[in-house]
C-alpha cells in the first residue's frame, strides 16, 4: 500500500518541525504521568494557527477548524461512553486540523500501527525490571494498570504523518 498524502512537502516539513518538540514532550508526560498537558494541546493548535494561515489557502484553513470541532465532540462522547482519557480526547482534536479529511484514512492506518507496536513493546517493558528501578513513579508501569497511554501512540502518529509528507509519500 502506498501512502500518498495530500499535504504538500512544504506544509510536512514545516508542520513537522515545528510540532515535533511538541509531540516529544507529549510522550514523555504521558509516559511518566498518564497525563497529557493541556499546555501541549494548545501549543498544537497555536502551530496550527500560525503556520496553517500561511501554508494553506485561506478557505482550506478555516475548513479545518470543523474538523477540530467534529473530532472534539467525538472525543468527549468517547471520554464520556468508554473511558477514553480526555487529554486523549483533546489531543486527537487538536491533531484533527493539521490532516486534510483525504489522508484520514492513512493517519488511522498510522495510529493503528504504531498503537500495536506500542502495546507490544510496552507490555515487554512494563516486565523489565530494570526498567522500573530507572523510571520510579511512573504511571504506567504500575502493577495492576491493564492499559498503555494513548499520547504516546498518537503523538509518534502526527509526526510520521509529517515526515511522510514532507518525503512526498512512501
Not at 499535504?7 to 513537522?16: A, E, I, R, S
Request: with cysteine; charged share 10%.
Amino acid at each position: 500500500m502506498e501512502f500518498n498524502p495530500v499535504t504538500l512537502p512544504l506544509q510536512g516539513l514545516v508542520f513537522g518541525l515545528l510540532s515535533l518538540p511538541v509531540c516529544l514532550w507529549i510522550i514523555w508526560t504521558d509516559l511518566r504521568e498518564m497525563k497529557i498537558k493541556n499546555a501541549a494541546v494548545l501549543a498544537l493548535l497555536a502551530i496550527f494557527a500560525v503556520a496553517g494561515f500561511f501554508l494553506l489557502p485561506l478557505d482550506e484553513y478555516l475548513w479545518r477548524y470543523a474538523h477540530f470541532a467534529v473530532v472534539l465532540v467525538i472525543g468527549f462522547l468517547m471520554h464520556v461512553g468508554t473511558g477514553l482519557g480526555a487529554g486523549d480526547a483533546k489531543l486527537a482534536a487538536a491533531m484533527a486540523p493539521f490532516v486534510p479529511l483525504s489522508d484520514a484514512t492513512m493517519v488511522g492506518l498510522l495510529y493503528i500501527a504504531w498503537v500495536l507496536s506500542l502495546l507490544v513493546a510496552m507490555t515487554i517493558a512494563r516486565r523489565l525490571p530494570a526498567l522500573r528501578t530507572a523510571a520510579p513513579g511512573w504511571i504506567w508501569l504500575e502493577e495492576g494498570r491493564g492499559h498503555i497511554p494513548l499520547g504516546v501512540g498518537l503523538a509518534p502518529t502526527l509526526s510520521s504523518y509529517f515526515f511522510i509528507a514532507a518525503a512526498g509519500g512512501i
